[in-house]
């Protein structure tokens, strides 16, 4: 069924989950990837990684790309993984907020479809169903396969996706800290019940960010408040906290990136966002020196993940 020799390239944009008050519902793909070859062996697993996180990944079948086509291999009946050998360049860093699992979730998922025969292929629907129940949800795989901004729901038939082209003026910025902290702590910081008056000031301000993102990215600083999630993770993530206010006090359209502790600014073009950078830079430099920031200047990915070179066509 294999043919050894056979080999596949991906390439994975990282995304951010919530974009603000978008809390499991909307993500957005960021221009900044994760690269793999999958080549087909005679046996056994072989790897050979570089950049974030290659260190302390587990280089056995356990790892996540691994799991991710054997997951894509039962969904269309094959229980046998053939010998691979994984060749990946990370630069997603892990722990903060970017998608880092979801793109490997990705990577993995669209090699192995590629390379089963195509009668056994799993169409597209059936790729978005496996990736995102690895992850537990789609706001972060559904960016990194589809491009742009995605928004995501679940209904009776399983996950949905909807991608949505995002106005070119929109620059993401980010601002990177040096340590990480997991989703599940920042999950368990979530109270079981919120106030309906922030409910109801989340649900406007998602809606507005749609028009904001796609037509109008001057109500981008309204439009990425929240209060359903940041407020009680500020706790794991204080330094994140204290930057994200600082920024947005000077008008700046700042949020934390995913589960963070990332932060996360939308600039409405490209003298907003170099304004953001210069208040990063200032801001990192007038604090204590107990976190190191790396300030990235990102673009928003319009086409997703990359096969052989080749934007997915896939539909939610």
């Given at each position: 069924m294999f043919e050894i020799g056979q080999r596949v390239t991906v390439s994975v944009p990282g995304s951010t989950g919530n974009v603000g008050p978008g809390y499991d519902s909307l993500g957005l793909a960021l221009g900044h990837y994760d690269d793999l070859a999958v080549t087909v062996t005679g046996g056994g697993l072989e790897f050979e990684l570089h950049g974030e996180g290659s260190a302390s990944v587990p280089r056995s079948a356990d790892h996540l790309v691994v799991?991710?086509?054997?997951?894509?291999?039962?969904?269309?009946g094959v229980e046998h993984l053939p010998g691979l050998r994984l060749e990946a360049t990370n630069r997603i860093p892990h722990g903060r907020g970017m998608g880092s699992s979801a793109s490997a979730v990705v990577a993995g998922v669209l090699a192995a479809n590629a390379l089963l025969p195509a009668e056994l292929a799993l169409d597209d629907r059936r790729l978005l169903q496996v990736a995102a129940a690895m992850e537990g949800h789609p706001d972060n795989v559904a960016p990194s396969l589809y491009g742009g901004l995605v928004i995501s729901w679940t209904d009776g038939d399983g996950y949905r996706s909807v991608p949505v082209a995002v106005h070119e003026d929109v620059?993401?910025?980010?601002?990177?800290?040096?340590?990480?902290?997991?989703?599940?702590?920042?999950?368990?910081?979530?109270?079981?019940?919120?106030?309906?008056?922030?409910?109801?000031?989340?649900?406007?301000?998602?809606?507005?960010?749609?028009?904001?993102?796609t037509r109008r990215p001057e109500l981008l600083l309204p439009a990425t408040a929240d209060r359903l999630h940041?407020?009680?993770?500020?706790?794991?993530?204080?330094?994140?906290?204290?930057?994200?206010?600082?920024?947005?006090?000077?008008?700046?359209?700042a949020m934390i990136s995913g589960a963070g502790p990332t932060v996360l600014v939308l600039a409405a073009g490209r003298s907003q966002a170099a304004e953001t950078v210069c208040s990063l830079d200032e801001l990192v430099a007038d604090g204590d020196g107990s976190v190191s920031w790396r300030v990235l200047r990102l673009r928003v990915d319009g086409q997703g993940a990359k096969l052989n070179g080749h934007p997915q066509q896939i539909q939610g």
């Open positions: 799991r991710a086509v054997r997951a894509v291999l039962r969904a269309a620059v993401p910025v980010v601002a990177i800290p040096d340590f990480e902290v997991p989703t599940r702590l920042a999950r368990s910081l979530l109270p079981a019940t919120v106030p309906h008056h922030d409910a109801a000031v989340n649900a406007g301000r998602t809606a507005l960010l749609v028009e904001a993102l940041q407020p009680y993770r500020a706790s794991a993530m204080p330094p994140s906290a204290r930057l994200m206010a600082d920024l947005r006090e000077r008008g700046l359209p």
